[in-house]
C-alpha cells in the first residue's frame, strides 16, 4: 500500500523561493526623498544663516565689550560705551506687565468660551480670537497710541497719586501734569498686553477643552457646581496649558516691537517707575536705531538681537516642552 | 430567567401611586434660569444707579473709567446679595465666578470689537475719496487735503512683497512639511527641532538678519525683494508647522492601502495624502499669509521709505500698506493719522479675508468632500446623478 505512493507530486512542486521584504526604491521614489529632503536641508540652512550672521556679525561688539555688554545701561558706542544691561530690563518689565494685564483677562476668556459660552456661541468665539491673533501689530499699535494712550493717563495718575504713598515705585516726577506719565513702560506694557491676550486664550481654551468629558461629567454628577467641576476637573488637567500659554505670551511679548516702538519715548536707564514716561526694549531699540548704525554700533544691535532671540528660544522651547508633557495637552499645536 | 418574566408582571398592578406621585421637574444644568436673570438685572441695574449716586454725586469724585470700574466692584456686591437669597454658600461663589469669567470674555470681545471700529470710523473719511485707492503720496504732502494722494503705491508694494514671499516659502515649507511626516528619519528629527526653534525668531531679528545679509553683505541695497525675503523667513515656519499637523491628521489607513496597492512611496504621497488633505494645506498658506501681511518691522528695516510708486520689487524702496499706517502714526498731523487708519481698514479687510477663506476652505476634516466634489467624483465613476 505505501509502495503506491506517487513521489511525483514531491517532484513537481516548485521550491518556494525566500523573498526579499525589503523594497529597491523606484527612480521617482529617490527623486521624491532626495527633492523634500533638499527642501528640509534649505530649511536648515536658512536657520544656519541666521544663526551665522548674528553671530559673526555680533562678534566685533562682544569683543570689544566683553561681560561690561551685558552691565552697561548706556548706549553710546561712539565712545565705545555701550551695553544692554538698560534695555534688558525694559523689555522683561514690558513683558510683565503685559502678563499681567493678558493673563486674568485670557485666563477669564479661555474657561468662559470652553465651559460657559452656550454651544451655539462657541464657534463664532473661537473664531474671534483666531482673528483677533491675526489683527496686525501696527494696527494695535496705532489704536494704542491714539485710544489706549488717552484713556491710560488718568488711570496711571489716580494709581500713582493713589497708591503712590504705600507703593513708592508708582510715583512720577511731576504727578501733577499728564504729560509726565504718557509714553511709559505701563503704557507700551498694556497695548503689548492686548497684542498677546489672543495667543495666551487660545492655548488655554484648547487645553481646557482636551479635560475628559467622563471625569466632568462625574464631578457634576457628584453634586459638584459648574466651578467645583473646573476646580477639580479642568484647571489640574490644564494646568501644563496655563503655564505653556503664559510662557509663550511671555516669548511673544519680549519680541514685540512695533508697538512699543510707536508709544515709548526711549532712555538708557533702568525703568524704575513703570507709570513715568520712558523706557526701552530691545526690539524697539533696534527698530529706531539700525539706519544710523554702522560698525561697531551695528554690531551691538546684531548682539542685542541675539541676546533677544536666545531669550525668546529658551522661552519658547520651555513653554513647548511643558504643553507637550501635559496629559491634556497632548495635541495642543503651537 | 425567573427575575425578568417577574417584572413585567408586576408593572400593571399598581395602579393607585402615579396619580399622587409628584411629577419630578427636569433638573437644569446649565442656561439661564428665571432667577439668574433676575438676580443679574437686579445686581446690574442696582449697581449703575447706586454708582452714580455715590461716585457722581456724594463722593468727590467722577470720570467715565473710574465711575465703570466703581460701578463693576458694586454690581459684583450686589449680585452675590442677591444670589445669597436663594443659594448655599457654594452655588454663591459659583455664581460669582461665573460673573467674573463672562466679564474676561466681555472685554476680550469688546476689545477685538472696539479696535476694529474705531479704526473703521477714523479712517472712513480717508476711504470715502477714490483718489485714495488709486493714487500715490508721491505729490502730496503728508498735510495734503484728503481728496488728494492715496496709498496706491503701498497696495502694489504689499501685493508684490506677499507674493514673493509665498512663491518662495510655500514650496520650501510644504516640502519640508512633506519630508517631516511622510520620510521622517534621524534627520527629519533634527529638522523640526530647528523648525520649533524658527519659530522663535522675532520678525525684528528677522528683518536684522536680511539687512545683514542682503544689504550689508551682498551690497544690493533696500528693496521690496529684500522685505519680501525677510517676511518669507516669518512665513516658512508657520507653513510648516501648520502643514505638518494637517498632514499627520491624514489616516495611516489610507497610506497603507494605496502602499498594498502596489504604489510607490511618491504616489502614495502625489495621489492619496496631498489631495486629501489639500483644504488643511490651502489653510496653512493663507494663514501664513494673514501672519505676514501686516508684519511691519522687517519691512521697516529693509524695505527703506519712499512716497513714490515703485512696481519693481527688485530695486529701489517700495512702500507697503504696514509701513505707511506705520509712517502716518509716527507724523503728528491730523490728516497723516486719518489716512494710517485708512489704509488700517484696508489691511484689516485684507487679513480678514485671508482668515475667511482659510476658514471656509479648511472647515472640513480631511477626506471630507465638498458636495461640489462629491458631485465630480460620482460623474467620474460613471454614477447617476
Known amino acids: 500500500m505505501s509502495a503506491e505512493t506517487p513521489p511525483t507530486l514531491e517532484l513537481v512542486r516548485p521550491v518556494p523561493q525566500r523573498r526579499s521584504l525589503s523594497s529597491r526604491p523606484t527612480t521617482s521614489d529617490r527623486v521624491f526623498v532626495s527633492g523634500s529632503r533638499l527642501a528640509a536641508i534649505a530649511t536648515l540652512l536658512i536657520m544656519g544663516l541666521i544663526g551665522y550672521f548674528l553671530t559673526v556679525g555680533a562678534w566685533p561688539a562682544l569683543e570689544q565689550q566683553g561681560w561690561q555688554f551685558f552691565t552697561e545701561k548706556q548706549w553710546l558706542p561712539e565712545t565705545g560705551q555701550y551695553g544692554i544691561a538698560g534695555l534688558l530690563e525694559g523689555t522683561v518689565l514690558v513683558g510683565v ?11 477669564g476668556a479661555a474657561l468662559f468660551i470652553s465651559e460657559y459660552a452656550p454651544p451655539a456661541l462657541k464657534r463664532p468665539l473661537v473664531t474671534l480670537v483666531d482673528l483677533m491673533a491675526a489683527v496686525p501689530a501696527v494696527i494695535y499699535a496705532i489704536w494704542a497710541l491714539i485710544f ?15 497708591l503712590g504713598g504705600a507703593l513708592p515705585f508708582l510715583t512720577v516726577k511731576t504727578p501733577d501734569s499728564p504729560s509726565s506719565y504718557t509714553s511709559s513702560a505701563f503704557i507700551a506694557g498694556v497695548a503689548v498686553g492686548f497684542v498677546i491676550m489672543p495667543t495666551i486664550t487660545s492655548i488655554m481654551r484648547e487645553v481646557f477643552s482636551q479635560a475628559p468629558v467622563g471625569e466632568r461629567e462625574g464631578a457634576i454628577a457628584l453634586g459638584a457646581t459648574k466651578w467645583g467641576m473646573i476646580r477639580a476637573v479642568v484647571l489640574p488637567f490644564g494646568r501644563a496649558g496655563i503655564i505653556g500659554g503664559i510662557m509663550l505670551g511671555l516669548g511673544r511679548a519680549l519680541g514685540e516691537t512695533i508697538v512699543v516702538y510707536a508709544l515709548i519715548s ?3 536707564d ?20 539700525y539706519s544710523e548704525s554702522n560698525g561697531n554700533a551695528f554690531a551691538g544691535l546684531l548682539a542685542a538681537g541675539m541676546v533677544l532671540f536666545a531669550f525668546t528660544l529658551v522661552i519658547n522651547t520651555a513653554a513647548g516642552i511643558v504643553v507637550s508633557r501635559s496629559r491634556s495637552g497632548a495635541a495642543t499645536e503651537i | 430567567m425567573t427575575t425578568t418574566t417577574v417584572a413585567p408582571a408586576e408593572a400593571p398592578t399598581p395602579a393607585a401611586p402615579p396619580a399622587t406621585r409628584p411629577v419630578p421637574e427636569r433638573i437644569r444644568i446649565g442656561g439661564l434660569g428665571p432667577d439668574l436673570v433676575l438676580h443679574v438685572g437686579v445686581a446690574l441695574s442696582g449697581a449703575i444707579s447706586l454708582a452714580w449716586l455715590l461716585y457722581e454725586r456724594m463722593l468727590p469724585t467722577s470720570g467715565t473709567i473710574g465711575f465703570w470700574i466703581f460701578a463693576y466692584a458694586l454690581f459684583l456686591i450686589l449680585l452675590v446679595a442677591a444670589s445669597s437669597t436663594t443659594l448655599d454658600r457654594l452655588g454663591v461663589i459659583d455664581r460669582l465666578v461665573g460673573a467674573l469669567v463672562a466679564t474676561a470674555g466681555l472685554v476680550m470681545v469688546s476689545a477685538l470689537v472696539g479696535i476694529v471700529v474705531f479704526t473703521f470710523v477714523h479712517g472712513k473719511d480717508a476711504l470715502a475719496h477714490t483718489n485714495f ?4 503720496m508721491a505729490y502730496s504732502g503728508p498735510d495734503a487735503a484728503l481728496d488728494q494722494g492715496g496709498i496706491y503705491a503701498a497696495m502694489v508694494g504689499t501685493l508684490e512683497q506677499v507674493a514673493i514671499s509665498v512663491v518662495v516659502s510655500v514650496p520650501l515649507g510644504l516640502a519640508t512639511a512633506v519630508y ?16 520649533q526653534a524658527m519659530t522663535a525668531v522675532p520678525t525684528i531679528v528677522a528683518g536684522l538678519f536680511i539687512y545683514s545679509l542682503v544689504i550689508l553683505q551682498l551690497g544690493h541695497g533696500r528693496s521690496g525683494l529684500a522685505a519680501a525675503l525677510a517676511l518669507s523667513v516669518s512665513m516658512v515656519p508657520v507653513v510648516i508647522t501648520t502643514a ?5 491628521l491624514v489616516p495611516n489607513g489610507l497610506r497603507e492601502a494605496s502602499l498594498a496597492l502596489g504604489t510607490t512611496q511618491w504616489q502614495t504621497v502625489w495621489r492619496v495624502v496631498l489631495p486629501t488633505a489639500r483644504p488643511g494645506l490651502v489653510t496653512a498658506v493663507l494663514l501664513g499669509v494673514a501672519r505676514i501681511i501686516g508684519e511691519t518691522s522687517p519691512v521697516l528695516l529693509v524695505a527703506g521709505s519712499t512716497n513714490e510708486l515703485n512696481y519693481d520689487p527688485r530695486h529701489g524702496p517700495q512702500l507697503s500698506l504696514p509701513l505707511f499706517v506705520f509712517n502716518g502714526l509716527r507724523t503728528p498731523i491730523d490728516v497723516a493719522i486719518t489716512r494710517a487708519f485708512g489704509a488700517g481698514v484696508v489691511l484689516l479687510a ?13 472647515g472640513r476634516t480631511p477626506g471630507r468632500l465638498s458636495r461640489r466634489q462629491q458631485r465630480r467624483l460620482a460623474r467620474r465613476l460613471g454614477a447617476p446623478t
Open chain 1, 266 to 268: 526711549p532712555i538708557f
Open chain 2, 244 to 248: 505638518e499637523v494637517v498632514l499627520r
Open chain 2, 180 to 195: 517631516l511626516s511622510e520620510v521622517r528619519g534621524r534627520l527629519a528629527r533634527v529638522v523640526r527641532v530647528v523648525v
Open chain 1, 270 to 289: 533702568w525703568t524704575t517707575h513703570p507709570l513715568e514716561s520712558g523706557t526701552n526694549t530691545i526690539a524697539a531699540h533696534i527698530a529706531s536705531r
Open chain 2, 350 to 362: 485684507l487679513v480678514v479675508l485671508f482668515f475667511a477663506l482659510a476658514r471656509i476652505i479648511g
Open chain 2, 133 to 136: 485707492f488709486k493714487d500715490t
Open chain 1, 97 to 107: 506687565i503685559a502678563l499681567i494685564v493678558a493673563v486674568p483677562v485670557s485666563f
Open chain 1, 148 to 162: 489706549l494712550q488717552a484713556q491710560l493717563l488718568s488711570v496711571a495718575q489716580w494709581l500713582s497719586v493713589h
